[in-house]
Nanobody, 126 residues
Framework: EVQLVESGGGLVQPGGSLRLSCAASGFTFSNYAMIWVRHTPGKGLEWVSGINSGGGSTSYGDSVKGRFTISRDNAKNTLHLQMNSLKPEDTAVYYC???????????????????WGQGTQVTVSS
């Protein structure tokens, strides 16, 4: 059974940092690209970042580029999202998701996914 469990969310002041983690199990983690998406009631689902199976290729949404860093540890079956210089508009529920194959596609919507976790809330507020 595929399981993805996010952690690391919380309340942080603007300008602060958080590191999200996603623990994966039930599949061969190193064979699949992984992505982070976030959801807010106002904007809906937004693609945040993606990483290919080997970790050598990454991509970011325009709103987080230069502030967020995605990484993965295939030995520990874990995905991370380092979030720096957080803004109130980063407030959302963040989900990690397993892609259908190991490639990271240039167009975010082409990175189809089949499993996702329960999400972790990130709130950026003073």
């Amino acid at each position: 059974e595929v399981q993805l469990v996010e952690s690391g969310g919380g309340l942080v002041q603007p300008g602060g940092s958080l590191r999200l983690s996603c623990a994966a199990s039930g599949f061969t983690f190193s064979n699949y690209a992984m992505i982070w998406v976030r959801h807010t009631p106002g904007k809906g689902l937004e693609w945040v970042s993606g990483i290919n199976s080997g970790g050598g290729s990454t991509s970011y949404g325009d709103s987080v580029k230069g502030r967020f860093t995605i990484s993965r540890d295939n030995a520990k079956n874990t995905l991370h999202l380092q979030m720096n210089s957080l803004k109130p508009e980063d407030t959302a529920v963040y989900y990690c998701a397993k892609c259908l194959d190991g490639r990271l596609y240039a167009t975010p919507r082409d990175n189809k996914y089949d499993y996702w976790g329960q999400g972790t809330q990130v709130t950026v507020s003073s």
